[in-house]
């Protein structure tokens, strides 16, 4: 009850200031300000709200777990290759060190959780990746992740999911992440080429080598609200060009009125979106119907 | 030469570039530009030729020699119409049944506002997928500068080669040492880790042949043109579906486990 006064929208400005002074009686550590809409949220009320601010809709990051449990039918995924982790194949400095922190602060051993499962009953594979490990970066396992995914899908003939979230390629493990585009691309083509749907959801922020392979190589390509979703970064291109960049460039809005993707799914929507889609899919209720 | 002299020795003004390459290895190049879609990117070179007599379709990014040439090719950084004008031309070529063959020197695809808002990403990941399963023979040669996704959009081939001091890498060891260790100063030290030399890319399994440089040879050229020759005559008699599982299993296997 406390907590619906607090966050009540307020009606005038003199009681947007008693808001503010009632919400800093809240502890810090309990409350986290939109970085939109500069509100202030409890920060146990957010994952209610599928991770998005409740007021205007901001979606925060979120980790590939809790997609996985927002998207799969409970009970259904199933997971591949949970166990496999990077090897430092160049001798890199360093970067042991920082993969054991990624796993420390994940839990997870990579940058992405792959698996089947079913969607509102539609069974397809999914491959989600985790924004808190090394920013989604991709080297060689998550590479090898998403290319074995693809690899059993088509020998399944079933469709995937996917959830990007990525910095780019993995700079520590130098030009074999680099193959990896070539690599999953692959995959990707031949699991298209025998008529399996992969539907692809770009979530903020996929960038580099992501984009410019498996994000961009959906049948269908959605985006969550706001996204940036680029090849070079907002900030290289300001200092190629040495000027700033328009309001909105390269967010999901963006892409969409330029013809790049074709729809932006709030987080709430997503599943039955995706499940629409899977079932207007579906070949075997279209085999039923010759 | 240490890996990061050999970056800026083939970012420096005397290097061979793709033009030299095609009027030296070709006879009747014919150029043919655009996109089919906005334009015509000069960063790259697109036509078809005759390799020791069989007709081949030639790609090449293009750096230029001097200030005019090189302000007209955009220092060889290309646009998605670049990329997209390449991607028509293997698609020509797979339809005429000619092999391919992809001369890569390039810092990288260009970054800007037109290029991202006409789809960089989307251009270079399209030619990635096109190329795994392109219906005949592709041979991609580094001459120079191998930088990241604007090199491995033209270097998804059944065999990679490099000149002997070319580099290839993810990210140049400018931005590697800025990006991962905020010192600028420690590029040395980034373009030894990065193992981005033909040396260090031929032991990881990432390219097949390295090319001695021309210095070295007095019939460069026609040296080239001959391995060329053989490999694409050998490639060109396999059947199709053999060709393009090789040229799967050469990406799959990088990582595997």
């Given at each position: 009850m406390l907590d619906r006064m607090l966050f009540?929208?307020?009606?005038n400005e003199l009681e947007g200031n008693r808001d503010k002074k009632a919400a800093s009686n809240v502890p810090d550590s309990m409350c986290v300000a939109c970085?939109?809409?500069?509100k202030t949220l409890i920060k146990s009320d957010i994952p209610d709200y599928y991770n998005t601010c409740?007021?205007?809709g901001h979606h925060f990051r979120m980790n590939a777990r809790q997609r996985i449990n927002m998207i799969?039918?409970?009970?259904?995924f199933s997971e591949r290759m949970r166990g496999v982790s990077a090897i430092n194949f160049l001798d890199f400095p360093g970067y042991e060190t920082k993969l054991e922190n990624a796993v420390l602060e994940t839990?997870?051993?990579?940058g992405v959780v792959c698996g089947r499962c079913e969607i509102n009953g539609s069974p397809c594979f999914i491959f989600v990746m985790e924004p808190s490990f090394m920013m989604g970066s991709m080297g060689t396992v998550i590479g090898e992740k998403i290319t074995s995914l693809f690899e059993e899908a088509l020998e399944e003939g079933l469709p995937v999911i996917g959830y990007t979230v990525s910095g780019g390629a993995r700079m520590q493990e130098g030009i074999l992440s680099l193959m990896q585009m070539a690599k999953v691309s692959g995959a990707v083509k031949r699991h298209s080429d025998a008529g399996n749907l992969y539907i692809v959801v770009l979530t903020d922020p996929t960038t580099g080598g992501v984009t410019a392979s498996f994000?961009?190589?959906?049948?269908i390509i959605l985006a969550e609200p706001g996204a940036l979703i680029c090849f070079a970064g907002p900030r290289v291109i300001e200092q190629t060009i040495r000027q700033k960049l328009p309001a909105?460039?390269?967010r999901a809005e963006f892409l969409l009125s330029k013809g790049f993707i074709d729809e932006i799914v709030s987080r709430k929507d997503q599943k039955a979106y995706l499940s629409k889609l899977l079932k207007l899919h579906d070949r075997r209720e279209s085999n039923d119907a010759v | 030469m240490t890996p990061y002299e050999k970056v800026k020795a083939v970012r420096s003004g005397d290097r061979l570039t793709s033009v030299d390459f095609i009027k030296n290895i070709f006879t009747e190049f014919t150029e043919l530009h655009g996109d089919r879609r906005f334009g015509d990117d000069s960063a790259i070179i697109a036509g078809i030729a005759r390799l020791s007599g069989m007709p081949v379709t030639v790609i090449g990014i293009e750096k230029g020699h001097d200030t005019k040439t090189k302000i007209k090719r955009n220092f060889g950084m290309a646009h998605p119409e670049g990329y997209r004008k390449a991607l028509r031309q293997m698609k020509l070529a797979e339809k005429f049944n000619r092999p391919v063959i992809c001369f890569v020197d390039t810092s990288g695809a260009y970054c800007g506002i037109g290029a991202e808002e006409r789809g960089q990403a989307q251009a270079i990941a399209e030619n990635l997928s096109e190329m795994m399963t392109l219906r005949v023979p592709i041979l991609s040669v580094l001459i120079g500068e191998g930088g990241s996704g604007g090199a491995i959009a033209l270097a998804v081939a059944d065999e990679v080669w490099m000149l002997e001091n070319a580099v290839y890498s993810v990210i140049s060891p400018e931005g590697c040492a800025s990006i991962l260790?905020?010192?600028?100063?420690k590029v040395e030290e980034a373009a030894k880790c990065l193992k981005m030399t033909a040396k260090d890319l031929k032991e990881l399994g990432v390219i097949e042949k390295i090319i001695a440089e021309p210095?070295?040879?007095?019939n460069f050229y026609e040296e080239l043109g001959r391995i060329m020759t053989e490999t694409i005559e050998k490639n060109m008699s396999l059947p199709v579906d053999e060709l393009l599982g090789r040229r799967y299993e050469k990406f799959r296997k990088i990582g595997r486990r």
């Open positions: 009540r929208k307020p009606k970085p939109q809409c500069k409740q007021y205007c799969a039918d409970k009970g259904t839990a997870e051993n990579e994000a961009m190589e959906g049948d909105g460039f390269q | 260790w905020k010192n600028p100063e210095s070295k040879i007095s």
